[in-house]
Nanobody, 116 residues
Framework: QVQLVESGGGLVQPGGSLRLSCVASGFTFSMYAMSWYRQAPGKERELVAG????????NYADSVKGRFTISRDNAKNTVYLQMNSLKPEDTAVYYC?????????WGQGTQVTVSS
C-alpha cells in the first residue's frame, strides 16, 4: 500500500538541470520527513538532501550545496529535487525516502546520468 514513486531522471549534459519528483501514497505524507539519497556503482548510498515535515527545514550534502534544492508540496504528496549545474559525479540512482521516527520507506529509484 505504501508507495514512493520517483520520476524525472534521465540523461543530461554537464552543467544542465533535472527536476526529480517523488509521489507518495499509503501514509500521511505531511507527517513524514522526506529525503533524497543516491547511489553510484561501487559506492555507498549517501544522503543528498532532506526536508522536515514541520517547518520544511532543509539540509544538503556538502557536495550538492548551492546546486540542488529540495522542496515539498504536501497537497500533492510530492517531494522534489531540483538539480542544477550537474556534474558527472552526480551520476547515480536517486532514491526517495520517507521517515517518521523509526518508520522508514524507500522508493525504487530513478537513474540520473550526467555525461557529454
Amino acid at each position: 500500500q505504501v508507495q514512493l514513486v520517483e520520476s524525472g531522471g534521465g540523461l543530461v549534459q554537464p552543467g544542465g538541470s533535472l527536476r526529480l519528483s517523488c509521489v507518495a501514497s499509503g501514509f500521511t505524507f505531511s507527517m513524514y520527513a522526506m529525503s533524497w539519497y543516491r547511489q553510484a556503482p561501487g559506492k555507498e548510498r549517501e544522503l543528498v538532501a532532506g526536508i522536515t515535515s514541520v517547518g520544511s527545514s532543509t539540509n544538503y550534502a556538502d557536495s550538492v550545496k548551492g546546486r540542488f534544492t529540495i522542496s515539498r508540496d504536501n497537497a500533492k504528496n510530492t517531494v522534489y529535487l531540483q538539480m542544477n549545474s550537474l556534474k558527472p559525479e552526480d551520476t547515480a540512482v536517486y532514491y526517495c525516502r520517507a521517515h517518521f521516527f523509526s518508520i522508514s520507506y524507500w522508493g525504487q529509484g530513478t537513474q540520473v546520468t550526467v555525461s557529454s
